[in-house]
Nanobody
Framework: QVQLVESGGGLVQTGGSLRLPCAVS????????MGWFRQTPGKEREIVAR????????YYANSVKGRFTISRDNAKNTVYLQMNSLKPEDTAVYFC????????????WGQGTQVTVSS
């Protein structure tokens, strides 16, 4: 089992920055891939970025490429999403998620943190 706790959300102006930490607990974290997703009312949850726990390979959605950075600190068991040059369309609830590397399904989710970007 993996437990995930996000924090760091809030209200920020257009062009501002936020960093979202996701504290991860569980065993054998090197077997897991981590992802950040976001969801707005009436829309499906979409992936923002993902990273492998041990290998550091990353993926970004086109909408955030060049503005967001996903990283992990193995010593602190924490995954981060650094968000720069924020836009109003980035407003959403952001979720941290984990999946076993042998699967494509994210089975473990945090509770989410609200990010609001004002224009």
């Amino acid at each position: 089992q993996v437990q995930l706790v996000e924090s760091g959300g809030g209200l920020v102006q257009t062009g501002g920055s936020l960093r979202l930490p996701c504290a991860v607990s569980g065993r054998t974290l090197s077997n897991y891939g981590m992802g950040w997703f976001r969801q707005t009312p009436g829309k499906e949850r979409e992936i923002v970025a993902r990273i492998t726990w041990s290998g550091g390979n990353t993926y970004y959605a086109n909408s955030v490429k060049g503005r967001f950075t996903i990283s992990r600190d193995n010593a602190k068991n924490t995954v981060y999403l650094q968000m720069n040059s924020l836009k109003p369309e980035d407003t959403a609830v952001y979720f941290c998620a984990a999946r076993l590397l042998v699967t494509t399904t994210y089975n473990f989710w945090g509770q989410g943190t609200q990010v609001t970007v004002s224009s």
